[in-house]
Structures are given as C-alpha cells and as structure tokens.
C-alpha cells in the first residue's frame, strides 16, 4: 500500500541530501515536487526542482483548496499541490514530502496515516555552518532561516521518528530503516 513519509526540519539541515541518497537506496519512492514562490537558484528546473509560482498564482491556488499543505517560510510561500500527491498515491508510489515545520503539521492532520521523519543537525551551530556555506542565501535571508529553526528544533519531540545528520552515510541509512520498517512487509503475489 502505498504511504505518504513527510521529511521535515529546518533549512540547511540536509533534507534534500538525504532524500537524494535514500531514492537511490529505494527508487520505487516518489518525491513530490513542492509548489514556491521564491526565485529559482542557479540550475533549478521548474516542475523539476520546484514548480515556481507567483504570489498571485500561489495565493489563487491557496484560496481553491489546491495544497494538501502550505506555508510562509523566510519570506517566501511553499506548498504540496494536492493533484501532485494524488497523481503519485493513485499509481500506487509511496511519496516523500520533504517540508518544514508548519506544513507537516497540515499533513498530520490532513492525511494521519502520513509518516514523519523530523531531520535535526548536530548542533544549531552546524545548521548556521551548513546554511553560510551552500551559499544560495545572503545575509539576511540566513538570519531568518535560523531565527525559524529555533521554532523547528523545539518542535522535534512531536515526530516519533527523529534522524541527526552528523554522519551523512549513517543519516540515510536511519532514514531508509524508518522508510522500510513503516513501509511493511514486501508482498509476494
């Protein structure tokens, strides 16, 4: 049966480098492209990295029911477009979210079956390095993703499964054995 598994933590945590690393462990797994209204960084592909909105077509999407979630994060809105997680669970594909805080809470709610998996660094001055050194945000922007991340890393005793990425090897593998025990047995037909 096919699962939604809701990938959250603060920005600069690693999210995106752990999903990449456990869809090559498990390719069958589907990753839902988030809807956003911030601007492209260098080389990302619209409908590939994220489908890129204005603020006129993310808040008209809002107001006809469109995102199973949706949130303000550092200035800009982000959210799963709900044909894009239909799309996915109908053809029977597991799906990964990969969101922030105020999003998985909306799935929580909206889809209970939903499993999350909150991401947390080794220490808050190692999200500080992480986000100063992928150097996709200026100052300010790094001020307000970490003034969130204190929000985010409070609320991490909501989620039953928490990995630390310390070691990035040992982080997908903690990863992959949530995935795969929340998963189930295979079925042989």
Known sequence: ???????????????????????????????????????????????????????????????????????????????????????????GASVLLEIELQGARQVRAVLPDSVAVFIAPPSKEALAARLRGRGTDGPAQIDARLRAADDELAARGEFAHVVINDRLDHAIGALEAIVRAESGPPRTL
């Not at 752990?18 to 592909?45: F, K």
């Open 1 to 91: 049966m096919a699962k939604v598994f809701v990938i959250v933590g603060p920005a600069g945590v690693g999210k995106g480098t752990l999903v990449r690393g456990l869809r090559e462990r498990m390719p069958e797994l589907v990753l839902a492209v988030s809807a956003t209204t911030r601007q492209p960084r260098p080389g990302e592909v619209d409908g590939v990295d994220y489908h890129f909105l204005s603020p006129t077509e993310f808040t008209d999407r809002v107001a006809a029911g469109a995102f199973v979630e949706h949130a303000r994060y550092a200035g800009n809105c982000y959210g799963t477009l709900r044909a894009e997680l239909d799309r996915h669970l109908a053809a």
